[in-house]
């Protein structure tokens, strides 16, 4: 059974910082995608990771992925207010499927 | 409108009532998906389609039905509902098992 775990599960940050979130999940996958959400909105597509080592990058958001050690971070460069809300990864099994197991998600606040 | 649509927006029903949430997506995408969205369990999968006429469970199926007779569209029905099954619904379409998946704006669903 395919597991996905983030951590942290919340972040407070001060605006300039940098942080990282971390997703890892239990068995073999080559497709990791990033997502996020805001407060009662739907789930916004981030980045798209289909391979090892793939690194993605969209303002102060940088998305890398780790096959081998089955880990994706996202790194949060330079906080600003704008980046709270919450961040899921999610996970596909290797191919043959098409069914995407959620990361709980990173709840992110960045404070002023 | 282009995209995918959701309908109901909010809905509170009564215990035993069936209820059917509508999900409509313009880009003749093949897969579609729902979901659930609850405080602790980040997205869990209800029922997935490949195509048209071809559905499949996921991860929390019992109690909901779906069918696809359109490619546009994926309704989810509720047969009897139940207060366990108070939850916000997302659907969400992708063109091929590479591609991200696109989210609808949700539903929110009560019941009481």
């Known amino acids: 059974e395919l597991k996905v775990e983030q951590n942290p599960l919340f972040l407070s940050m001060q605006e300039g910082k940098n942080y990282t979130i971390y997703c890892n999940y239990s068995t073999t996958s080559d497709r990791l995608y990033w997502y996020r959400q805001d407060p009662g909105k739907s789930l916004e597509s981030l980045f798209v990771l289909l391979s090892n080592g793939a690194v993605k990058q969209e303002g102060r958001l940088m998305a890398s992925l780790d096959t081998k050690a089955r880990l994706s971070t996202l790194h949060i460069t330079a906080a600003v207010h704008d980046l709270s809300a919450t961040y899921f990864c999610a996970v596909v099994l290797s191919s043959g499927t098409y069914k995407y197991i959620f990361g709980t998600g990173t709840r992110l606040k960045v404070l002023a | ?112």
């Not at chain 2, 405080?39 to 469970?57: N, Q, V």
């Not at chain 2, 029905?77 to 139940?82: D, H, K, N």
């Open chain 2, 1 to 112: 409108d282009a995209g995918i649509t959701q309908s109901p927006r909010y809905k509170i029903t009564e215990t035993g009532r069936q209820v059917t949430l509508m999900c409509h997506q313009t880009w003749s995408h093949s897969y579609m998906f729902w979901y659930r969205q609850d405080l602790g369990h980040g997205l869990r999968l209800i029922y997935y389609s490949a195509a048209a006429d071809i559905t499949d469970k996921g991860e929390v199926p019992d109690g909901y039905v779906v069918s696809r007779s359109k490619t546009e569209n994926f309704p989810l029905t509720l047969e009897s509902a139940t207060r366990s099954q108070t939850s916000v619904y997302f659907c969400a379409s992708r063109a091929t098992p590479e591609y991200e998946q696109y989210f609808g704006p949700g539903t929110r669903l009560t019941v009481t």
